[in-house]
């Protein structure tokens, strides 16, 4: 498994505590015996052991054959927010927040992306996934030829307990579902961490890299754009218009 540490030059925006919503409870996820649900992601209470994972602080993964792992970095603070997997050619960048105890913040994010989405010029899609209510997102992007294309990247959002899990399928796995299915299958089996501290809503869980691991810059990192709650990751996949 290789590690990667890619730079951000803008700085994230702050997260806002949420106002209160209605209950989003999550008692409709299913459940085995003990009262732990059935399928993941999985809080850190569901898990008897952290061995056998990546431990990147906040997030636990699965390594699986052929996985490599970049922690993104925000350059002003040197603080990491975001990991992204890369399997077989597509993508998959993870994200973990505060959340309140009795809501959920998945039903809010997505109408936020939608809007930000649609201020760039770009369009959404709701489906329906393995994880529940999905958003495809297509952005505008100029082709190489000088023709006009979009980028797509699809959103995938978890409610866990105090806790929200986003991820950003981005390359052949935003398009196709049978490519998707290993990274969806990572997906799944992501461990997080919330800890006891306080924290308001949306704000990032702690990240970072693992001990025994060595930083391996991947080429043009540096020119990815920062991943943010509001704002889809820029995925490299570009489709024809027309």
């Known amino acids: 498994m290789v590690f990667g540490l890619g730079r951000k030059a803008k700085k994230e925006q ?8 209605p209950a989003a409870e999550t008692s409709q996820e299913a459940r085995d015996s003990s009262g732990h649900r059935a399928d993941g992601p999985f809080d850190d209470s569901e898990i008897s ?50 959340a309140p105890k009795s809501e959920g913040l998945w039903d809010e994010i997505r109408e936020q992306i939608g809007q930000s989405v649609g201020v760039q010029g770009g369009q959404v899609e709701e489906i329906d996934g393995p994880f529940g209510t999905e958003l495809v997102a297509k952005l505008p992007a100029g082709l190489p ?8 990247a699809r959103f995938i959002g978890v409610d866990g307990p105090r806790w929200f899990l986003r991820g950003v399928l981005g390359g052949a796995a935003a398009l196709e579902r ?7 299958a990572l997906f799944r089996q992501v461990v997080v961490i919330r800890g006891d501290n306080p924290m308001p809503p949306r704000d990032l869980l702690q990240l970072r890299l693992p001990k025994d691991a060595t930083p391996t810059p991947p080429p043009g990192a540096a ?10 990751e820029r995925g490299p996949e570009i489709t024809q218009i027309g």
Request: charged share 25%.
């Open 223 to 232: 020119a990815r754009p920062e991943p943010s709650l509001q704002e889809p």
């Open 14 to 21: 702050a997260a806002e505590p949420d106002e209160l919503l």
């Open 178 to 184: 049978p490519a998707a299915e290993p990274l969806e």
């Open 49 to 98: 052991s952290r061995d056998g994972y990546v431990d990147l602080g906040a997030l636990l993964i699965t390594p699986s054959e052929g996985l490599q792992l970049r922690l993104e970095v925000e350059e002003a603070t040197q603080r990491v927010v975001a990991v992204t997997m890369d399997l077989n050619g597509s993508s998959l960048q993870l994200q973990a927040f505060a």
């Open 145 to 152: 030829d000088g023709s006009q294309g979009y980028r797509v």
